[in-house]
T-cell receptor, first 114, second 113 residues
Framework: ELKVEQNPLFLSMQEGKNYTIYCNYSTTSDRLYWYRQDPGKSLESLFVLLSNGAVKQEGRLMASLDTKARLSTLHITAAVHDLSATYFCAVDTRSSNSGYALNFGKGTSLLVTP | DSGVTQTPKHLITATGQRVTLRCSPRSGDLSVYWYQQSLDQGLQFLIQYYNGEERAKGNILERFSAQQFPDLHSELNLSSLELGDSALYFC????????????FGQGTRLTVV
């Protein structure tokens, strides 16, 4: 059974600080996704990482993928309050009928405080 | 706005009842996915359809069923509802089954009382 583990699950950080969220997964996959969810809202795609060594950056967020270690990181630089949300990583798996499914981690609830 | 439309946004119903959740994918997308988000189980994949055909199945209960119609909209039917079925149900769509980008709807919040 595929496992996707994120840590930490809860993170309270001060504005201006840096931090990293980790995502480990248990099966071979070359595709790793990061999503953001605000309370009661939908999932917003942040990054899609498609190969080993992939690094993508958008604003204060940077994501990377190490497929050999089965590890992805989401690094937050100089956090601001607007980044407060829950962040999910997900790995996709393929079914025998050429279907795909996203397998999500439990999410990291991030609170950025003044 | 992702372009994926889910109705209704909220649904309150009693245990033992049956409900239908509806999803219209983005224009041009042929693949539809259903996910359940609950406090207990987190975000779980339920089922995927592509152009009317089931392509992948996750932890979907036997009480739940889905289909995708010729106009590509999809419905998720939940029957014999239990308190534990209360959750946010998301639909997502993509152009093809393996497309790297899937777009999520706003979800239907189901409350079973």
């Amino acid at each position: 059974e595929l496992k996707v583990e994120q840590n930490p699950l809860f993170l309270s950080m001060q504005e201006g600080k840096n931090y990293t969220i980790y995502c480990n997964y248990s099966t071979t996959s070359d595709r790793l996704y990061w999503y953001r969810q605000d309370p009661g809202k939908s999932l917003e795609s942040l990054f899609v990482l498609l190969s080993n060594g992939a690094v993508k950056q958008e604003g204060r967020l940077m994501a990377s993928l190490d497929t050999k270690a089965r590890l992805s990181t989401l690094h937050i630089t100089a956090a601001v309050h607007d980044l407060s949300a829950t962040y999910f990583c997900a790995v996709d798996t393929r079914s025998s009928n050429s279907g795909y499914a996203l397998n999500f981690g439990k999410g990291t609830s991030l609170l950025v405080t003044p | 706005d992702s372009g994926v439309t889910q109705t209704p946004k909220h649904l309150i119903t009693a245990t033992g009842q049956r409900v239908t959740l509806r999803c219209s994918p983005r224009s041009g997308d042929l693949s539809v996915y259903w996910y359940q988000q609950s406090l207990d189980q987190g975000l779980q994949f339920l089922i995927q359809y592509y152009n009317g055909e089931e392509r992948a199945k996750g932890n979907i209960l036997e009480r739940f069923s889905a289909q995708q119609f010729p106009d590509l909209h999809s419905e998720l039917n939940l029957s014999s509802l239990e308190l534990g079925d209360s959750a946010l149900y998301f639909c997502a769509s993509s152009a093809t089954p393996g497309a790297t980008e899937a777009f999520f709807g706003q979800g239907t919040r189901l409350t079973v009382v």
